[in-house]
DNA sequence: TAATTATGTCCAAAACATTTGACATAGGTG
DNA sequence: CACCTATGTCAAATGTTTTGGACATAATTA
């Protein structure tokens, strides 16, 4: 599944260290979902999407 | 996290196994999901709600 | 250049989601 | 009532996500 975190993490100007913060993940937490190593649960894409201002409908590419 | 698939699933007219059987899981997940004991992954909360026709951010209830 | 910050990666353990198989109960229909 | 379908639940096993600690490299800045 595919996602534009770390295109919408850089236009807000923010790292990844901060997003997770954030989110209330580790650093590396972030990273992996960004390279597509694994998905997050549903409650942190609910965090992210929060935390990115757009919909998870919006953040997320499921197909 | 609350959601209204059991809701939405009824209005449809079909099963837990029916639903199940769409999104590829099985039955007792879907019940589990619906009874709030966990919360589905990020691809099924997708699938659920392709099946049925809600947006996941208006599927799930965050906050 | 040297120092600092940001990112990518690895591993093992912990936490969480899903399956399988089974049994119990609730609701409706013959 | 007896039958059937749908739902709720449980425990053990398996698969996936997240953590914590560590180290390497890239990018930025003094």
Redesign the interface.
Known sequence: ?KNKIKAIRKKLGITQEQLAKECGVVRQTINCIENDKY?????L??KL??TLKV???EL?I?E
């Not at 998905?39 to 409650?43: C, F, G, I, Q, Y």
């Open positions: 599944m998905d997050p649960t549903l409650v894409a609910f999407s929060k919909k998870v409908d997320f499921y």
